[in-house]
């Protein structure tokens, strides 16, 4: 019997062709999304479910799809989808991350030149039956420095067009090498160069725990008189009423906003501003942007249902059925490694090397490098999936090298993660133990025992006594509960680490009064997903 789709959302008739084209049987309601409760009734009669952003796909629903194999986002944005409930059913969450990269570009550059130029209100102004030619001086973006923050697939693009305008083009990302640079001609600079030198700032990352607020008073105040701001990639990146008052003072002279903190955004601290140009959320509103989405995600789900292949998953690496039973658990400590990795390093990482010792060395590794690598990159792009991740990788110009070794020391099988940045070497090391739980066993080259929780603080220190206790009173008399608790040292006297996993997250003033003690070296609050 051939596999049965139902496509409950606005897709094109292409993209329902090609489901048809490929023998899959497919039912088209377009307005079905919108109907919950007509949707809940006929979803278990369906192998796949292809959306857009009207359906929502939740645990309710979830539940009821009883066989359900696949669902489908025709886009990025996957907030309609519960995807843990569908990754405890064994159901595949795809997206479409690569199919509005140049739509998105295109519309900051739109916006640039709007802001640059006051076209909006120029435009207003002259339906209104004015002509106000001198109110509207503009300026030229030819020869000015454009400061793009966040050089990945999308600002890459925004470099390539900046460059094609003859601005001088910096750009700020942890993870762009300077090979990367070179071939997007663009000079790599860090946040506050940026902050410093850009007659126009233009933001393309992620909204993550780094990243929010990026654009605060405090840094504003850092850049030049007259700087105008682009914000089509996430809401929140930008302190909204910080900006306003620059905006008012003169200090930022224009300011062109897709997204806001909160949407649908029908208040906010720019609107009504002289100069402030406003859009709701149109970054991926193209109908070229909708129509290679729509297509992509229709192939990918036809490959999965019909040849088990998986591409842009967000919930399971590229591996078989029965891969899975023995990798799973293997996986998740791939991830929990990169995940370290990822949120200790803040410099460009040039190198990424992976070492699989006994008998995980003879899984599958691509699957298990995949996993690693988005575990670091996720630090900073929530956005990578195991799939995705090797292509940023080599987008960024990382390498990546794989050693298979035979069974050394006393566990039966572990996996070591090392980068390598311009600065220095960072590894880790972890195991699964006959439980199927991941275990930390070796950091810095120190050998440890230490169970992954959800929230972890990390410290380094060098060994002298008091620590354990200073870290226990700490914890205990700021209402933070220590439910494990690791040490290890290079040897009497030298370094030391301490890892303790706790029950919930600690405060950053809690963080602060171990520092002030003087008696560490780093003090890092870590999160894993141990779901």
């Given at each position: 019997m051939a596999p049965k789709v139902l496509v409950s959302d606005k897709l094109s008739e292409t993209a329902v062709q090609i489901f048809r084209d490929r023998g899959i049987d497919v039912d088209f309601m377009p307005e079905l999304?919108?109907?919950?409760?007509?949707?809940?009734?006929?979803?278990?009669?369906?192998?796949?479910?292809?959306?857009?952003?009207?359906?929502?796909?939740?645990?309710?629903?979830?539940?009821a799809a009883t066989n359900l194999k696949v669902i489908g986002r025709a886009g990025i944005g996957v907030d309609n989808v519960d995807i843990p409930a569908a990754s405890k059913k064994g159901i595949i969450v795809m997206n479409t991350p690569f199919g509005n990269m140049i739509t998105t570009a295109e519309h900051a550059i739109a916006m640039m030149f709007a802001v640059a130029r006051q076209i909006p209100e120029a435009s207003a102004s002259t339906h209104a039956g004015k002509w106000e030619k001198s109110k509207f001086m503009g300026v030229e973006l030819t020869g000015k420095t454009l400061g793009v923050i966040g050089a990945g697939n999308i600002g890459g693009i925004v470099c390539e067009r900046g460059?094609?305008?003859?601005?001088?083009?910096?750009?700020?990302?942890?993870?762009?090498?300077?090979?990367?640079?070179?071939?997007?001609?663009?000079?790599?600079?860090?946040?506050?160069?940026?902050?410093?030198?850009?007659?126009?700032?233009?933001?393309?990352?992620?909204?993550?725990?780094?990243?929010?607020?990026?654009?605060?008073?405090?840094?504003?105040?850092?850049?030049?008189?007259?700087?105008?701001?682009?914000?089509?990639?996430?809401?929140?990146?930008?302190?909204?009423?910080?900006?306003?008052?620059?905006?008012?003072?003169?200090?930022?002279?224009?300011?062109?906003?897709?997204?806001f903190e909160v949407e649908p955004a029908t208040d906010s601290p720019l609107f009504n501003l002289p100069n402030v140009v406003c859009t709701p959320h149109l970054g991926a509103a193209t109908t070229e942007a909708q129509e290679n989405v729509a297509l992509q995600v229709a192939e990918q789900m036809s490959d999965y249902l019909l040849t088990g292949a998986v591409t842009n998953a967000?919930?399971?690496?590229?591996?078989?059925?029965?891969?899975?039973?023995?990798?799973?658990?293997?996986?998740?400590?791939?991830?929990?490694?990169?995940?370290?990795?990822?949120?200790?390093?803040?410099?460009?990482?040039?190198?990424?090397?992976?070492?699989?010792?006994?008998?995980?060395?003879?899984?599958?590794?691509?699957?298990?490098?995949?996993?690693?690598?988005?575990?670091?990159m996720k630090a900073t792009n929530p956005d990578v999936n195991m799939v995705s991740a090797q292509v940023i990788a080599k987008e960024r110009g990382v390498k990546i090298s794989t050693t298979t070794q035979d069974k050394s020391g006393v566990f039966d099988g572990y996996v070591k993660l090392t980068v390598v940045t311009d600065k220095r070497e960072r590894s880790i090391a972890g195991t699964v133990f006959s439980d199927g739980k991941p275990r930390f066993i070796q950091i810095k080259g120190i050998n440890i025992d230490a169970e992954i929780g959800e929230h972890m603080v990390y410290t380094t220190n060098k060994d002298v006594p008091g620590i354990i206790g200073t870290l226990g009173q700490?914890?205990?008399?700021?209402?933070?509960?220590?439910?494990?608790?690791?040490?290890?040292?290079?040897?009497?006297?030298?370094?030391?680490?301490?890892?303790?996993?706790?029950?919930?997250?600690?405060?950053?003033?809690?963080?602060q009064k171990l520092r002030d003690t003087g008696m560490f070296n780093q003090v890092k609050t870590l999160s894993f997903d141990v779901a």
């Open positions: 999304g919108k109907d919950k409760e007509k949707l809940l009734s006929i979803i278990d009669q369906y192998d796949g479910l292809a959306i857009r952003s009207a359906s929502k796909a939740t645990e309710k629903l979830i539940a460059v094609g305008l003859k601005m001088k083009v910096i750009a700020y990302d942890p993870f762009l090498s300077e090979e990367r640079a070179e071939k997007l001609n663009v000079t790599k600079v860090e946040l506050d160069e940026l902050f410093e030198r850009s007659d126009f700032i233009t933001l393309h990352v992620p909204a993550t725990d780094k990243t929010r607020g990026m654009i605060s008073a405090e840094n504003i105040a850092k850049m030049k008189d007259g700087v105008r701001i682009i914000n089509c990639a996430r809401g929140g990146l930008v302190d909204e009423a910080a900006l306003a008052d620059a905006l008012k003072s003169g200090k930022v002279a224009g300011a062109a906003f897709d997204v967000l919930n399971m690496p590229s591996v078989t059925a029965e891969e899975a039973k023995v990798m799973g658990p293997w996986v998740k400590l791939a991830e929990h490694l990169g995940a370290f990795i990822g949120q200790m390093t803040d410099e460009v990482i040039k190198e990424i090397q992976i070492t699989y010792n006994g008998t995980v060395s003879h899984m599958n590794l691509e699957a298990l490098n995949c996993a690693g690598i988005a575990g670091i700490t914890m205990g008399e700021n209402g933070v509960n220590i439910a494990n608790f690791t040490l290890g040292r290079e040897s009497s006297g030298n370094g030391a680490i301490a890892l303790l996993y706790v029950d919930s997250p600690v405060p950053a003033d809690v963080l």
